[in-house]
């Protein structure tokens, strides 16, 4: 995960993330309570669950999904991908820097209090 613009660089406004994301690779659904988030594919296919809607697409696809809204997003590909990702307002890298600091003893459990903690909460698969 490559930070290119930070929340203290940007006065709290947004942060901009690249990240590579590995085949077949991707969040469970889950809502942001604070952020808006937006991707932008810069190598690979990506499908992008945001509420209602699913998108697929390669390189150049854009997609927006407002706070609030469950959404996810998943490689479908089987060779990796690049990301951008872009939060408004900033400051989500704070939650990938806890996720990191557990990342030997990463439960989902764990995972789950340290996305409630940022305002994130993951929604259970559909039976």
Do not use: W
Not at 6 to 33: A, Q, W
Not at 80 to 88: A, D, E, V
Not at 90 to 109: C, M, N, S, V, Y
Request: glycine letters at 10%; proline letters at 9%; aromatic letters at 10%.
């Amino acid at each position: 995960m490559n930070v290119k613009l930070s929340s203290e660089e940007s006065g709290g406004e947004l942060t901009v993330i690249e990240d590579l994301i590995p085949p077949k690779f991707g969040p469970p659904l889950h809502v942001h309570s604070r952020e808006n988030e937006t991707y932008y594919v810069l190598e690979g296919e990506f499908e992008f669950a945001c509420g209602d809607d699913t998108v697929r697409g390669g390189a150049g696809t854009f997609v927006h999904a407002p706070r609030g809204l469950p959404h996810r997003y998943l490689n479908v590909a089987d060779t990796p991908g690049r990301l951008l990702f872009s939060f408004t307002p900033a400051g989500i890298e704070r939650f990938f820097g806890d996720l990191t600091e557990q990342k030997d003893h990463l439960t989902p459990a764990l995972m789950s209090t340290i996305a409630a903690k940022h305002g994130i909460t993951f929604i259970p698969p559909k039976a």
